[in-house]
């Protein structure tokens, strides 16, 4: 159902919400028959035997979507493919996505992650940690208290399913990207199974009321991911759809009827199945964004989509037979604990070692480059009077393409504090009571030119403090394209700043874009505010936006790697002959108004690359490697505007 929603249909099917009650269901029978019969849990050994079945089938999985990562996928998705390869390996890739801000949703599925599907076994992995931790917990207040065990069992997860179902409806509604891969929203599908399994035995229905049962159950199950937009309401109240729906088909069991849906659920091709299932869950989704990234196409279609899930289960039952039953099966490896720990470690490392292998040797081929990167790649310096090219014209462009996402400013010594969701920083360079204090404001535009500032900082021993939001440039004009929560967030910030009372503030001042169809514009709020600063007695400089263009720079280069003016823009979309700030600059005494767009575009055009170094991360933001090649030429610009002593 997974699979077939995935790759034919471009929905999510409520399918995962089904495994994770089915998984607390078992692991919740088994734990529960030990306590009742006096057994001892034994936790240790329940997960290292538990990881030695999971792991081997992981790392096949994920060797096989590196090395098609390497042949297919790319360069500028291999950063994130080895944050996500790590935290699927140590289970805690739900995190990583949500603070990612990953759109599980998207129609688009070639510009997913290869690896996107593992956030569902993250919070598996991570409930198989606790859940025994809750059973022990159990049996610990049981001996104490006199209790009895299953009782006292519903009573746990009977709160641990009321708290997290009302803390997931509020997330939900607040918050529903990050609520879909929040471990604390899934708590109550777990739960919901683990009382499913408790109460069971006390349910007693007829064969009739049973019948009915299974086939309500499946019929839920199946409709789910058609009737419900699902991207816009899990996890909350309408996930108990597909877990009420798996409810009732456990609580059908079997009724021994021709009519029955236990006769079409127990079908002998099914059930061999779904004894790969777990292999298939694991290699569908990395086979179809594969698929996708190399036939550039948006959606598989009915007949590829075929062909993908042919070969996904042939691929699934090979790797069950040949590596899952023989590791899970094998007595010898059972025998002695340390052999299931040795698995454990041995499919850890398998995958461990050649990932942080090829990092290495990236980030060794990004240092070679870097010592040489005054000369082969100039950036920003290129186009001062007098350059003399020295360059080999066969060095690569900085910077690599791999190294992309994480080609933000860099607070070393200091502390950065981001939220993926809110695309909001807060960050410091760690000098405290410094000669000088600045203060960063506004939107990612504001973010970027960080980097210059921090190399002054160091240098002149000067306290920053960044304090910027995506999509939220200074202002509070919610008439003008900010939103409520960026005016809150921009009202919030100006006390803050003012309390502050930081020698200066830099902020961007103008805005660009080149989907306005009109060239940058100036709000009425951005005045607004910096009057307010500057009747503080706080001085502004106020940088005129860089350029936001129509495509994804590395995206384009990947497809012309030479055009670099054709994967720019114009300049006359974007800018006007005149600053928009120049007729207010008048009334601002206290705020200096710098502008580097000669950095950024000639007479005509703003290309993507400049001296050999790649100027946008995306469509608009500038990399830290060109800002730190501007660096020399905002420190002279910067240092005229503020009059200040600048070694």
Same mark, same amino acid.
């Given at each position: 159902?997974?699979?077939?929603?995935?790759?034919?249909?471009?929905?999510?099917?409520?399918?995962?919400?089904?495994?994770?009650?089915?998984?607390?269901?078992?692991?919740?029978?088994?734990?529960?028959?030990?306590?009742?019969?006096?057994?001892?849990?034994?936790?240790?050994?329940?997960?290292?035997?538990?990881?030695?079945?999971?792991?081997?089938?992981?790392? =096949?999985?994920?060797?096989?979507?590196?090395?098609?990562?390497?042949?297919?996928?790319?360069?500028?998705?291999?950063?994130?493919?080895?944050?996500?390869?790590?935290?699927?390996?140590?289970?805690?890739?739900? /995190?990583?996505?949500?603070?990612?801000?990953?759109?599980?949703?998207?129609?688009?599925?070639?510009?997913?992650?290869?690896?996107?599907?593992?956030?569902?076994?993250? =919070?598996?992995?991570?409930?198989?940690?606790? +859940?025994?931790?809750?059973?022990?917990?159990?049996?610990?207040?049981?001996?104490?208290?006199?209790?009895?065990?299953?009782?006292?069992?519903?009573?746990?997860? @009977?709160?641990?399913?009321?708290?997290?179902?009302?803390?997931?409806?509020?997330?939900?509604?607040?918050?529903? &990207?990050?609520?879909?891969?929040?471990?604390?929203?899934?708590?109550?599908?777990?739960?919901?199974?683990?009382?499913?399994?408790?109460?069971?035995?006390?349910?007693?229905?007829?064969?009739?009321?049973?019948?009915?049962? @299974?086939?309500?159950?499946?019929?839920?199950?199946?409709? *789910?991911?058609?009737?419900?937009?699902?991207?816009?309401?899990?996890?909350?109240?309408?996930?108990? /759809?597909?877990?009420?729906?798996?409810?009732?088909?456990?609580?059908?069991?079997?009724?021994?009827?021709?009519?029955?849906?236990?006769?079409?659920?127990?079908?002998?091709?099914?059930?061999?199945?779904?004894?790969?299932?777990? &292999?298939?869950?694991?290699?569908?989704?990395?086979?179809?964004?594969?698929?996708?990234?190399?036939?550039?196409?948006?959606?598989?279609?009915?007949?590829?989509?075929?062909?993908?899930?042919?070969?996904?289960?042939?691929?699934?039952?090979?790797?069950?037979?040949? %590596?899952?039953?023989?590791?899970?099966?094998?007595? /010898? #490896?059972?025998?002695?604990?340390?052999?299931?720990?040795?698995?454990? #470690?041995?499919?850890?490392?398998?995958?461990?070692?050649?990932?942080?292998?090829?990092?290495?040797? =990236?980030?060794?081929?990004?240092?070679?480059?870097? &010592?040489? &990167?005054?000369?082969?790649?100039?950036?920003?310096?290129?186009?001062?009077? @007098?350059?003399?090219?020295?360059? !080999?014209?066969?060095?690569?462009?900085?910077? $690599?393409?791999?190294?992309?996402?994480?080609?933000?400013?860099?607070?070393?010594? @200091?502390? *950065?504090?981001?939220?993926?969701?809110?695309?909001?920083?807060?960050?410091?360079?760690?000098?405290?009571?410094?000669?000088?204090?600045?203060?960063?404001?506004?939107?990612?535009?504001?973010?970027?030119?960080?980097?210059? #500032?921090? !190399?002054?900082?160091?240098?002149?021993?000067?306290?920053?403090?960044?304090?910027?939001?995506?999509?939220?440039?200074?202002?509070?004009?919610?008439?003008?394209?900010?939103?409520?929560?960026?005016?809150?967030?921009?009202?919030?910030?100006?006390?803050? %700043?003012?309390?502050?009372?930081?020698?200066?503030?830099?902020?961007?001042?103008?805005?660009?874009?080149?989907?306005?169809?009109?060239?940058?514009?100036?709000?009425?709020? /951005?005045?607004?505010?910096?009057?307010?600063?500057?009747?503080?007695?706080?001085?502004?400089?106020?940088?005129?936006?860089?350029?936001? $263009?129509?495509?994804?720079?590395?995206?384009?280069?990947?497809?012309?790697?030479?055009?670099? %003016?054709?994967?720019?823009?114009?300049?006359?979309?974007?800018?006007?002959?005149?600053?928009?700030?120049?007729?207010?600059?008048?009334?601002?005494?206290?705020?200096?108004?710098?502008?580097?767009?000669?950095?950024?575009?000639?007479?005509?055009?703003?290309?993507?690359?400049?001296?050999?170094?790649?100027?946008?991360?995306?469509?608009?933001?500038?990399?830290?490697?060109?800002?730190?090649?501007?660096?020399?030429?905002?420190?002279?610009?910067?240092?005229?505007?503020?009059? +200040?002593?600048?070694?």
């Amino acid at each position: 159902m997974v699979v077939s929603y995935h790759v034919w249909f471009g929905r999510i099917s409520g399918g995962v919400d089904i495994f994770l009650l089915i998984s607390a269901f078992l692991l919740t029978g088994q734990f529960t028959r030990k306590l009742e019969s006096g057994r001892a849990l034994e936790l240790l050994k329940y997960w290292v035997h538990l990881f030695k079945r999971l792991l081997p089938l992981i790392a =096949i999985t994920l060797l096989a979507t590196l090395g098609a990562t390497r042949l297919f996928l790319p360069e500028t998705r291999w950063g994130s493919i080895f944050g996500q390869t790590w935290a699927s390996l140590f289970y805690y890739q739900n /995190w990583f996505l949500a603070s990612e801000s990953v759109d599980y949703y998207a129609a688009d599925h070639s510009v997913a992650s290869p690896l996107q599907h593992f956030w569902s076994l993250s =919070i598996q992995g991570q409930i198989f940690i606790l +859940w025994p931790l809750i059973f022990a917990a159990a049996a610990w207040i049981s001996r104490r208290a006199w209790l009895r065990i299953r009782p006292l069992l519903i009573l746990m997860f @009977g709160t641990v399913f009321a708290a997290s179902l009302m803390f997931s409806i509020i997330t939900t509604a607040n918050n529903q &990207a990050f609520a879909y891969f929040d471990t604390r929203t899934r708590l109550w599908e777990f739960a919901l199974g683990s009382l499913l399994a408790l109460l069971l035995p006390y349910l007693k229905f007829s064969r009739s009321a049973r019948i009915f049962l @299974g086939w309500l159950g499946v019929v839920g199950m199946l409709s *789910c991911g058609i009737i419900l937009q699902i991207g816009q309401q899990f996890p909350g109240y309408m996930a108990l /759809w597909p877990t009420l729906a798996a409810a009732c088909i456990i609580v059908a069991g079997f009724t021994d009827s021709r009519s029955g849906a236990d006769r079409f659920l127990s079908w002998r091709p099914l059930v061999k199945l779904g004894d790969s299932s777990y &292999a298939l869950y694991l290699f569908h989704w990395p086979i179809l964004v594969t698929f996708l990234v190399t036939s550039g196409r948006e959606t598989a279609g009915p007949v590829a989509g075929f062909i993908i899930i042919v070969v996904s289960i042939a691929a699934a039952w090979f790797a069950t037979k040949l %590596v899952d039953s023989p590791v899970r099966r094998s007595k /010898w #490896i059972e025998k002695k604990r340390r052999r299931a720990l040795a698995v454990i #470690i041995l499919c850890v490392s398998l995958v461990a070692i050649p990932l942080a292998g090829w990092q290495v040797n =990236i980030h060794a081929e990004n240092l070679a480059l870097k &010592a040489e &990167a005054a000369r082969n790649n100039p950036g920003a310096a290129s186009l001062s009077s @007098g350059f003399v090219d020295e360059a !080999d014209k066969n060095a690569p462009m900085l910077p $690599l393409k791999a190294t992309l996402p994480d080609d933000w400013p860099v607070f070393v010594g @200091g502390d *950065c504090q981001s939220n993926g969701q809110e695309l909001l920083n807060l960050c410091s360079n760690g000098i405290k009571d410094g000669a000088k204090s600045i203060v960063v404001l506004g939107s990612s535009h504001a973010h970027v030119w960080n980097t210059p #500032i921090l !190399d002054m900082a160091k240098e002149n021993q000067w306290s920053v403090t960044s304090i910027t939001k995506g999509y939220c440039p200074l202002g509070e004009d919610t008439s003008v394209g900010i939103s409520e929560s960026c005016a809150e967030f921009n009202k919030d910030t100006l006390k803050q %700043v003012l309390a502050m009372k930081p020698d200066a503030v830099v902020t961007t001042s103008t805005r660009t874009n080149v989907l306005w169809q009109v060239p940058e514009q100036l709000d009425p709020g /951005w005045v607004s505010t910096v009057k307010t600063l500057n009747a503080a007695g706080i001085k502004v400089v106020a940088i005129r936006d860089t350029p936001r $263009l129509p495509q994804n720079v590395p995206d384009c280069l990947e497809e012309a790697p030479t055009d670099f %003016v054709g994967c720019g823009a114009k300049r006359i979309d974007l800018f006007k002959k005149a600053a928009p700030t120049d007729q207010v600059a008048a009334s601002l005494p206290d705020t200096k108004f710098l502008d580097f767009t000669k950095y950024f575009c000639d007479d005509t055009v703003c290309p993507a690359v400049i001296g050999n170094v790649l100027v946008y991360k995306d469509d608009n933001h500038v990399t830290r490697t060109y800002m730190e090649t501007l660096a020399p030429f905002f420190k002279s610009e910067f240092q005229a505007a503020t009059g +200040w002593d600048i070694h």
